[in-house]
C-alpha cells in the first residue's frame, strides 16, 4: 500500500540493538533508510541482510546525529518521491508496534501539526540508576510541547521547508529544529501513546557524567542561537547550571576565606534543593529521590559542558562529540 511514510534510522556499532530496531519497522513503511556512521561491528551488513537500504556516511566530514539524519532524510526522498512522513528513530530504539500508523493518523487530522512524538521508555531500567535516570527524564506530559527528541515522525515538507537539523550541533537538533518550526507557525504534539524503547545501557557513572556535559553543551550553543525573548531557548537551563555548578561553589569559597569552616554552611542548600525537588516529583518515594538528587549533582557536568562550549567559541576550535557510550 502506498502510504508516502518512510523512515531515516541512524546508528553506529549498535549490534543487536539495530538488529531489534530495524525489525520493529517491518511493514510500518514503505522505505527505510538506515544511516551508519563508521560502524566495525557488522551493524552494514546486518541491515542489509534484513534488506534495508544503508547509507555509510563519509567519516571524512565532521559526524553529527543531525548530519546523520538530513543525509537519510536526502536519500529517502531519492528513493521515495511521494515522500510526505518521515520517522526519525535511534538505532538504539525499538519502535512499539502500531506507532507510526496512529502517529500517521494523528498527523493526517492535525494539519497544523508539524512533528508527533509519544512516550520513549528505557528498555531495561532496571539494571542501572543511570538506565532509570534516562526513563524518568521522558516520562513528560502529553498534549502540545516545545520540542520532540529523537524519536519522532515529521511532515516532509515542513522539514524541507526548514532545512533539516542544523548539521553542526553536536547535540540539542531536536529541540533547535522545533524552535524553528513553532516560529514558522507549526506545532508539536505529544501524543499519549507508547513509541519506542530505547536501550542506554548505562552502567557507569562516567556515562552519566559524559551524557550531562552533553546537555550542558547543548544548552549553552541553544541558548545561544535562540535564547533572545521572545524563545529565550535553553537560557534558564543555562543560568541554572552556571549557578549551581560554579556561582555557588564560588561563593562557599569566599564564605570560608572570610569566615573559616563555617562557611561551608552554604553547602547545605544542594542537600535542601534536592529535597525540594524530590517532594514535587510524581513517581515512587525512591525514584522521586534519585532523581532529585542526579538533577542536582548534574549541574556540575551541565556547567563543564558549558565551559567547553565558550571555550571552542572563543579558541575557533572545531566542536568534537561528547559520546557516553
Not at 521515495?80 to 507510526?100: A, I, K, S, T
Not at 542526579?294 to 551541565?302: H, W, Y
Amino acid at each position: 500500500m502506498t502510504t508516502g511514510i518512510g523512515v531515516v534510522v541512524i546508528g553506529r556499532n549498535e549490534g543487536q540493538r539495530l538488529v531489534r530496531c530495524l525489525a520493529s519497522l517491518a511493514g510500518a513503511a514503505e522505505q527505510v533508510v538506515y544511516v551508519d556512521s563508521g560502524s566495525t561491528d557488522g551493524s552494514v551488513q546486518q541491515a542489509q541482510t534484513l534488506g534495508v537500504e544503508v547509507l555509510a556516511l563519509d567519516m571524512a566530514q565532521p559526524f553529527t546525529a543531525a548530519r546523520a539524519r538530513n543525509e537519510g532524510f536526502n536519500r529517502l526522498q531519492q528513493l521515495l518521491p511521494g515522500l510526505r512522513l518521515v520517522q526519525f528513530v535511534d538505532g538504539d530504539c525499538e519502535v512499539v508496534p502500531g506507532w507510526v500508523q496512529s502517529a500517521a493518523a494523528f498527523l493526517d487530522a492535525q494539519p497544523q501539526v508539524a512533528v508527533v512524538c509519544g512516550r520513549r521508555r528505557e528498555r531495561h531500567p532496571e539494571r542501572s540508576v543511570y538506565n532509570l535516570l534516562c526513563d524518568l527524564e521522558w516520562d513528560t506530559p502529553s498534549g502540545e510541547a516545545r520540542a520532540c527528541g529523537g524519536d519522532a515522525l515529521m511532515r516532509a515538507g515542513a522539514f524541507s521547508a526548514m532545512g533539516g537539523y542544523r548539521a553542526g550541533l553536536i547535540a540539542g537538533e531536536e529541540p533547535e529544529l522545533c524552535v524553528r518550526l513553532r516560529a514558522a507557525g507549526w506545532k508539536v504534539w505529544r501524543m499519549d501513546a507508547e513509541m519506542t524503547l530505547h536501550d542506554a545501557a548505562m552502567t557507569r557513572f562516567g556515562q552519566w557524567w559524559q551524557r550531562s556535559q552533553r546537555a550542558g553543551y547543548a544548552y549553552a550553543e541553544g541558548a545561544a542561537l535562540h535564547g533572545a525573548p521572545p524563545e529565550r531557548h535553553w537560557l534558564r537551563e543555562s543560568r541554572r547550571a552556571w549557578w549551581w555548578g560554579l556561582g555557588i561553589p564560588v561563593l562557599i569559597a569566599l564564605a570560608c576565606m572570610v569566615v573559616g569552616a563555617w562557611g561551608l554552611l552554604l553547602a547545605l542548600v544542594y542537600p535542601l534543593q534536592a529535597m525540594r525537588l524530590a517532594r514535587k516529583g510524581s513517581r515512587s518515594r525512591r525514584e522521586n529521590r534519585l532523581q532529585a538528587l542526579f538533577l542536582v549533582l548534574g549541574k556540575f557536568p551541565e556547567m563543564l559542558g558549558q565551559a567547553r562550549y565558550f571555550w571552542r567559541r572563543m579558541t575557533a576550535g572545531k566542536a568534537q562529540l561528547i559520546e557516553y557510550k
